[in-house]
């Protein structure tokens, strides 16, 4: 079965041609990083755009590289929910229009769950059920994986997304978007305990999440620091941030884990690529005995191989899509 996936929910467009669910023949991403660096962020209109212009060529050489044709796959996945909208609509579009010309079947794929999915690329021996942790820029969500298909939320983000804090605290302390990355690196040669910060309490669900008053404090912390002239070590600060979301993210996992009887623990969303997050939930299910799957650094991001991973199993499921499918900016995996 060969199943090419397309993925252009934010800024990165991305196609894959994956064959029996796992094996990646080809994965192809075209990031406009660079671009919308210079604004500090995201700018849909251009990241639409871009995708416009880069995704017949970035599918032609997922299939060259894949050394396959049209006529050789089994079906077109796509990534129609969530995301920028603008974005998600240039990929279902074109996604759809090329089903139609191939007479291919069309397969709708929620973005998280093609996160999720980065985990079967990565373990061959590994099946559901599971409980995941995804964070990313735009999403932290602890997540039951009940089967391929079906998913429950456990636990939210109320606010921003850890990828978020990551990007904003980076922004603030003057590194260039997206700043995750940075702040990884920077914390790496910092002390991790030189700033207390706070871990924001959350009233009603325990495994909800909130990232927001974290990101404050840190901001307010540099304005501080600024308005009386004084230094504030980066490198210290990035440890004690990334500390600080590394903790929160690994105690409400591992809490959920514990409550709801799993012993088997994934990692999965961009942020899953940071080496705070991956040490911390790697340790704490070590010290239990959980069994632990976390991606590859390459498919943490943003990628077209997820896509057609996850579409591989949904299109087993029987998922498809008509012509009818549209995007949807927000959309909860619990209504897929
Ligand atoms: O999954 P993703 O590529 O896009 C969304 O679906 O949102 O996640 C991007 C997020 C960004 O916030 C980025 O800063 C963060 O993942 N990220 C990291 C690292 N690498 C990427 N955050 C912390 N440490 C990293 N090493
Ligand atoms: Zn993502």
Do not use: W
């Not at 080809?26 to 700018?43: A, D, P």
Request: glycine share 8%; with cysteine.
């Amino acid at each position: 079965m060969l199943i090419l996936g397309i993925e252009s929910s934010c800024d990165e467009t991305a196609a894959s041609v994956v064959k029996d669910c796992r094996e990646i023949r080809s994965s192809v991403i075209s990031t406009q990083i660079e671009e919308h660096k210079k604004y500090g962020g995201v700018v849909p209109e251009i990241a639409s755009r871009r995708h416009c212009e880069n995704i017949l060529g970035v599918v032609r050489q997922a299939l060259d590289e894949a050394q396959v044709t049209l006529a050789d796959l089994d079906g077109i996945a796509v990534t129609y929910a969530p995301g920028l909208i603008g974005a998600l609509l240039v990929g279902v579009s074109f996604a759809k229009a090329l089903a139609m010309s191939c007479g291919k079947p069309l397969i709708p794929v929620h973005h998280i769950a093609g996160h999720i999915a980065t985990n079967y690329l990565t373990f061959p021996e590994l099946e559901p059920p599971y409980l995941c942790l995804v964070a990313s820029g735009g999403h932290s969500h602890i997540i039951e994986v009940l089967s391929y298909t079906k998913f429950r939320v456990v636990g939210r983000t109320r606010d921003d997304a850890a990828g978020e804090c990551f990007d904003k605290c980076a922004r603030a302390m003057g590194f260039p978007y997206p700043g995750g990355v940075h702040v990884d690196n920077a914390a790496q040669s910092g002390d991790s305990t030189a700033f207390k910060l706070p871990h924001p309490a959350v009233a009603g669900n325990e495994y909800d999440f909130s990232f927001s008053g974290l990101k404050t404090s840190v901001i307010n912390l540099l304005h501080n620091a600024e308005q009386k002239g004084l230094e504030v070590n980066k490198n210290d600060l990035s440890a004690s941030l990334q500390r600080t979301i590394s903790e929160i993210l690994t105690n409400k996992t591992i809490l959920a884990a514990e409550a709801l009887g799993y012993k088997k623990v994934a990692l999965a969303g961009g942020v899953s690529a940071n080496s705070g997050v991956r040490a911390a939930l790697s340790a704490a299910c070590k010290e239990r005995g959980f069994d632990f799957y976390m991606p590859e650094k390459k498919l943490c991001g943003d990628n077209g191989a997820m896509i057609a991973c996850q579409g591989s199993y949904n299109f087993l499921a029987g998922i498809t899509a008509d012509e009818s499918l549209n995007a949807i900016a927000t959309l909860s995996m619990e209504d897929i």
